[in-house]
């Protein structure tokens, strides 16, 4: 494993486009510190700080951080897909075969790698949210400070799944852009599905259903928006704002069951492959 994640590494690291947006990637989660140290005066009234609302207290803070933070695995994608892309047309993929490496270690190169970054940033993000929260929480004592961690282990589960999804696309397509533009293809099919579901059978509880076993939709359930959680936090006794934010094992399963069949099919695109 260690050999063929060095191996991967040696190749993004060489490419300078790759390295920039790595780097990129994990500069952005800091971004998050920026924010809740932000103050805005509003024409001399009042001072609005971020970190003053209560919104970074402890547990809810693992929620907030883990799905704000989702959006910049866009960055890594375009090195995941670019992983194959840069594969196709440099010859590297040829190249690595004939010196030995098999075509099953090879898509498990892609597939550590993405393990890797996805570990990586999560324990970057863990260590961010644990210093605004024990810097901005009312609430710093160690049951309710580790009360939420699933919400990390939720963020790195859909990170996996979602670059495994890119590297699926990037063997299909060999094109980073068209591999990146199938995601938005995807995205449409998606809600094409649900409103056809909902069509044919009136039942919006039945047309989500369907919808949140797909792949991207299942990703984002992961993490749900904690836009309800923090108005709720404000108005407690608000009915409206009552909603359910665990993160259950089936829908670990159906993430964890979608990467495997990503992985799968990547493998056996490239088995069949003419190179």
Known sequence: MLRLLKLELQKLWLNR??????CISFILPFTVLILSSIKINFF??????????????FPMIWHITTF?????????AVVVVSMIGNEYSNKTLKQNLIDGLSKKEFILSKFYTIVFFSLLSTVLIGIVTLCIGLY???YTEL??????????????????????????FGMLLKRSAFALGFLFILYIIEWLV???VLYNTSNTSTAWAVKWVLPLE????????????IAASKIPDN????????VYWYEFAIVIGWTALFIFLSYKLLSKRDL
């Open 17 to 22: 486009a790759s390295k920039t947006l790595i």
């Open 218 to 229: 299942s990703m984002y359930k992961l993490i749900d928006h904690p836009g309800l959680r």
């Open 143 to 168: 049951p309710i400070i580790f009360t939420g961690l699933e919400f990390l282990l939720a963020y790195f589960v859909k990170l996996v799944g979602f670059f495994s999804l890119c590297l699926y």
């Open 44 to 57: 001399g009234y009042f001072t609005l700080e971020l970190g003053e609302l209560g919104i970074f207290n």
């Open 239 to 246: 009915t409206k704002f009552v909603h359910d934010y665990a």
């Open 194 to 196: 649900f409103w056809g």
């Open 68 to 76: 704000f933070s989702s959006y910049f695995k866009l960055f890594f």
């Open 136 to 138: 901005y929480s009312s």
